[in-house]
């Protein structure tokens, strides 16, 4: 058995159908908008992951993105300065 191989997904690469139909799916042209105004102004390193939606509000563990989808943002483990924490991201809600 041949092993498909899996499409890049992190960095200026991943130019994939994958990502372009997530985008359409996910972001409201005002956040496009927001995105390609950001493109235009900075510079994008080799193997940097573009900005793939736009946060509008923060409030404790709460982020909100401009479509008013809120995300719960938290750290694994107790506070310490290193080694450095890891962040998560966890769904959508609301």
């Not at 956040?31 to 793939?52: G, I």
Request: charged fraction near 25%.
């Amino acid at each position: 058995m041949k092993a498909t191989p899996i499409p890049q997904s992190e960095g200026d690469t991943n130019l994939t159908s994958r990502r372009t139909a997530w985008q359409a799916r996910a972001l409201d042209g005002a956040t496009r908008a927001l995105l390609d105004e950001d493109e235009r102004h900075f510079l994008r390193q080799s193997v940097s992951t573009p900005c793939l939606n736009a946060i509008c509000r923060a409030e404790g563990i709460w982020i909100e993105d401009t479509a008013g989808r809120r995300f719960w943002l938290y750290r694994a483990g107790l506070y310490q300065a290193t080694p450095a924490p890891r962040w998560f991201l966890h769904g959508m809600f609301g």
